[in-house]
């Protein structure tokens, strides 16, 4: 009997006794692993790595297993700006980066060099880590299942012939972009031939070229994310089913610059997105489906900025506030919607008190139309000159398309609280 219970508690043990696990193996000067690459290679699939602070000089590092390399506050990882080797380069599924500081990533104009490179992974974590001094920051490739949070990516990009993305993502799908800021290279986010991915809370600015690029990705959102002071906020090309919401694009200045550039897209959602001193808000050729709405645009050069084969879009309940031009539209055909928006240039009257104009707005003025066909006569912009002729092309309309109208022209802001 005795034997039996003996039996029994024991397999009770094995079978119920919470699980131990191994410590973590450590990285240091005076440990057993002082280098990196020999902790990895000597690890068990399922291990930590933890590596102390201080300076590692290795690149050319491969994880080919489910680990966790985890560092110590102050540990970096320094490629040292030489030879034509990533730094990390990660090729197993379930593998998360920690709290590391990769720093000097050669500049290769043949090879696509990063600090941290995930290719062909699944499950993978790369989390509250930095990445100064890059060419390719963090770059994924034909991976699926991530999480890139709470990094600082940043570099001192001079040309974007001598430069790549912070965050680099191709042909993958389900990556979760959170919480990190980019800043001081080519694109900040850059995405192509990526799906069902989110992009939420970012910052990205003072980047040569975008803040964020998406280049035929499809079932994307992005979410909550400022874009200011880059060379353009955020270009989506050869995209649909995208969903832009709540993005703060401002101060993104210059003579080609916008806040967002859609460039043949089709059934996308823009909204509660605040467009801010930018040189265009938002330019569109070639979109269709488009439903923009409740998002304010205020102190921009050109708010909205239509060239042609642009159709079935939908514009309503946004606020256009202190824009030099509300909409510039350069093509005779039309069938797109502005309905409910409230302009900070209408002048009509709201007899009946319901909160609509009376009176239809016609928000293409006739300078903007000038301004389309010679763009030199800008100059003009704040003078009696313009005034004049906005009066008189108002009264008797010509040259500005007659099909162009808010109808139900909002008398108070929209959206005054985002």
Same mark, same amino acid.
């Not at 110590?72 to 197993?92: H, M, N, Q, Y």
């Not at 994307?220 to 995208?242: L, P, W």
């Not at 916008?258 to 959602?269: F, H, M, S, T, V």
């Not at 909205?304 to 506030?321: H, R, S």
């Given at each position: 009997?005795?034997?039996?219970?003996?039996?029994?508690?024991?397999?009770?043990?094995?079978?119920?006794?919470?699980?131990?696990?191994?410590?973590?193996?450590?990285?240091?000067?005076?440990?057993?692993?002082?280098?990196?690459?020999?902790?990895?290679?000597?690890?068990?699939?399922?291990?930590?790595?933890?590596?102390?602070?201080?300076?590692?000089?290795?690149?050319?590092?491969?994880?080919?297993?489910?680990?966790?390399?985890?560092?110590?506050?102050?540990?970096?990882?320094?490629?040292?700006?030489?030879?034509?080797?990533?730094?990390?380069?990660?090729?197993?599924?379930?593998?998360?980066?920690?709290?590391?500081?990769?720093?000097?990533?050669?500049?290769?104009?043949?090879?696509?060099?990063?600090?941290?490179?995930?290719?062909?992974?699944?499950?993978?974590?790369?989390?509250?880590?930095?990445?100064? /001094?890059?060419?390719? %920051? #963090?770059?994924?490739?034909? *991976?699926? =299942?991530?999480? &890139?949070?709470? !990094?600082? $990516?940043?570099?001192?990009?001079?040309?974007?012939? /001598?430069?790549?993305? %912070? #965050?680099?993502?191709?042909? *993958?799908? =389900?990556?979760? &972009?959170?919480? !990190?800021? $980019?800043?001081?290279?080519?694109?900040?986010?850059?995405?192509?031939?990526?799906?069902?991915?989110?992009?939420?809370?970012? =910052?990205?600015?003072?980047?040569?070229?975008?803040?964020?690029?998406?280049?035929?990705?499809?079932?994307?959102?992005?979410?909550?994310?400022?874009?200011?002071?880059?060379?353009?906020?955020?270009?989506?090309?050869?995209?649909?089913?995208?969903?832009?919401?709540?993005?703060?694009?401002?101060?993104?200045?210059?003579?080609?610059?916008?806040?967002?550039?859609?460039?043949?897209?089709?059934?996308?959602?823009?909204?509660?997105?605040?467009?801010?001193?930018?040189?265009?808000?938002?330019?569109?050729?070639?979109?269709?489906?488009?439903?923009?709405?409740?998002?304010?645009?205020?102190?921009?050069?050109?708010?909205?900025?239509?060239?042609?084969?642009?159709?079935?879009?939908?514009?309503?309940?946004?606020?256009?506030?202190?824009?030099?031009?509300?909409?510039?539209?350069?093509?005779?055909?039309?069938?797109?919607?502005?309905?409910?928006?409230?302009?900070?240039?209408?002048?009509?009257?709201?007899?009946?008190?319901?909160?609509?104009?009376?009176?239809?707005?016609?928000?293409?003025?006739?300078?903007?139309?000038?301004?389309?066909?010679?763009?030199?006569?800008?100059?003009?912009?704040?003078?009696?000159?313009?005034?004049?002729?906005?009066?008189?092309?108002?009264?008797?309309?010509?040259?500005?398309?007659?099909?162009?109208?808010?109808?139900?022209?909002?008398?108070?802001?929209?959206?005054?609280?985002?």
């Amino acid at each position: 009997m005795k034997h039996a219970l003996a039996g029994f508690f024991f397999l009770a043990f094995v079978f119920f006794a919470p699980t131990i696990f191994a410590s973590p193996t450590r990285v240091c000067q005076t440990c057993k692993k002082r280098t990196i690459g020999e902790a990895i290679r000597q690890a068990q699939p399922g291990d930590e790595i933890l590596i102390a602070k201080g300076v590692y000089y290795e690149k050319g590092l491969i994880i080919d297993k489910a680990l966790t390399l985890r560092g110590e506050e102050g540990a970096v990882i320094d490629g040292s700006g030489k030879g034509d080797k990533t730094i990390l380069r990660v090729e197993a599924n379930k593998v998360t980066i920690e709290n590391i500081i990769f720093r000097n990533v050669t500049k290769n104009h043949v090879k696509d060099l990063a600090a941290l490179k995930v290719h062909k992974a699944r499950n993978f974590e790369i989390l509250n880590s930095t990445f100064e /001094n890059v060419f390719f %920051g #963090i770059m994924i490739e034909k *991976s699926k =299942k991530g999480r &890139i949070e709470g !990094n600082r $990516v940043s570099s001192k990009a001079i040309s974007q012939g /001598n430069s790549g993305n %912070g #965050i680099h993502v191709w042909h *993958s799908s =389900k990556i979760d &972009i959170r919480k !990190n800021e $980019v800043w001081g290279v080519r694109d900040g986010i850059y995405l192509e031939f990526v799906k069902k991915s989110k992009i939420i809370d970012n =910052k990205s600015h003072h980047n040569l070229r975008y803040g964020l690029h998406f280049m035929f990705s499809n079932h994307d959102e992005y979410i909550g994310n400022e874009f200011y002071k880059n060379g353009a906020g955020v270009a989506v090309m050869f995209s649909k089913f995208i969903l832009m919401r709540k993005n703060y694009f401002h101060d993104n200045w210059g003579s080609a610059s916008y806040g967002l550039l859609l460039k043949e897209i089709y059934d996308a959602d823009i909204e509660y997105n605040v467009f801010e001193r930018n040189t265009i808000a938002i330019n569109t050729e070639g979109s269709t489906r488009i439903n923009a709405r409740n998002n304010r645009f205020l102190a921009n050069g050109w708010a909205l900025k239509v060239a042609g084969a642009c159709y079935k879009n939908i514009y309503t309940k946004n606020d256009f506030i202190r824009n030099s031009f509300d909409l510039s539209y350069n093509s005779k055909l039309n069938d797109n919607l502005f309905l409910g928006n409230y302009w900070g240039s209408y002048t009509g009257y709201d007899l009946d008190r319901d909160g609509v104009g009376d009176v239809d707005h016609r928000p293409v003025k006739l300078f903007s139309y000038i301004v389309n066909k010679t763009p030199e006569s800008i100059v003009l912009l704040r003078s009696l000159f313009v005034d004049i002729i906005n009066f008189s092309e108002k009264v008797s309309p010509v040259f500005t398309p007659d099909e162009i109208v808010d109808s139900k022209p909002a008398m108070r802001e929209n959206n005054a609280k985002l």
